[in-house]
């Protein structure tokens, strides 16, 4: 049956789906909005479990924090294009999930609000997906977001102030360290950097005691340069963080950073194909 702008307009105010959409279920439901509700819900499932086949690679990493410093959580949320991700609507969802997870400091989010989820998979039309979070406790914990909301780092002190750890936390989402200390480098990651090392042109042909000099020199270089505590500051390239902390009378504990889609293997789509195929059926 023939349905009315009005009533079209008002479903899709009530439930922020599309007008298509809007216009088909009210048909269905010969003009009973109730009724087209009440089955677009029922059948809500169903569409956001096809959407959430589509990789979700684009989205927010979001920072909740104690009233005292004393924790903080960072959480990653993640949609299928960067448009969605400065949705409203999936910026606000994108934060109930750190609230709800950092009352319950539980790190375990994929699953969390399924029902907003999916009424927001809905409305939006995109996948969205909650895919992790990370949770620092300390004597001092603070967080920094870039910008673009796509990477953000938690940093603990013992000693120190907010704005120290704000501070180094935005170094750690502008430069990436990979440990705390030199130290802390994995023994596996050493070794394969030694091996790339030994294969570079320049160590061709020279005697082994010469390689392993050299390699030595290689090595501690590559260490201060991914160790949080030995990199120069962002902010100030004359100290490294361990002065820093030092002078402000902290010590830096950990951190914690995450940028979005980090590990996601994006889906090389064929922008044209996708189109034809979608015409033909």
Do not use: W
């Amino acid at each position: 049956m023939a349905v009315s702008a009005k009533l079209v307009k008002e479903l899709r105010e009530r439930t922020g789906l599309g007008m298509m959409e809007c216009k088909k279920a009210l048909q269905e439901a010969n003009g009973d909005i109730d009724l087209a509700i009440e089955e677009m819900r029922k059948n809500s499932g169903l569409k956001a479990a096809k959407k959430a086949g589509r990789t979700a690679a684009e989205g927010v990493v979001v920072i909740k924090t104690a009233a005292d410093n004393s924790a903080a959580i960072l959480v990653e949320v993640n949609s299928e294009t960067d448009f969605a991700a400065k949705n409203e609507d999936f910026l606000g969802f994108a934060n109930k999930i750190a609230d709800a997870a950092f009352e319950a400091k539980n790190t375990e989010v994929v699953g969390l609000l399924d029902s907003e989820r999916e009424a927001l998979v809905q409305k939006i039309g995109e996948n969205i997906s909650p895919r992790r979070a990370e949770l620092l406790e300390g004597e001092l914990v603070a967080g920094y977001v870039h910008s673009n909301n796509r990477i953000a780092a938690l940093v603990a002190l013992k000693g120190g102030t907010e704005e120290l750890a704000r501070d180094i936390a935005m170094h750690v989402t502008a430069v990436n360290p990979r440990v705390l200390a030199p130290a802390d480098m994995p023994a596996e990651v050493v070794e394969a950097e030694k091996d790339i090392i030994k294969a570079q042109p320049d160590m061709e042909g020279k005697p082994a005691e010469i390689v392993e000099k050299m390699m030595g020199g290689r090595i501690q270089k590559f260490l201060k340069e991914n160790s949080l505590l030995e990199q120069p500051f962002v902010k100030n390239p004359e100290l490294t963080i361990a002065k820093l902390a030092k002078a402000a009378g902290a010590e830096v504990v950990s951190f914690i950073r995450i940028e979005v889609g980090e590990g996601i293997e994006k889906e090389e789509t064929d922008f044209a194909a996708e189109v034809a195929a979608q015409l033909k059926g």
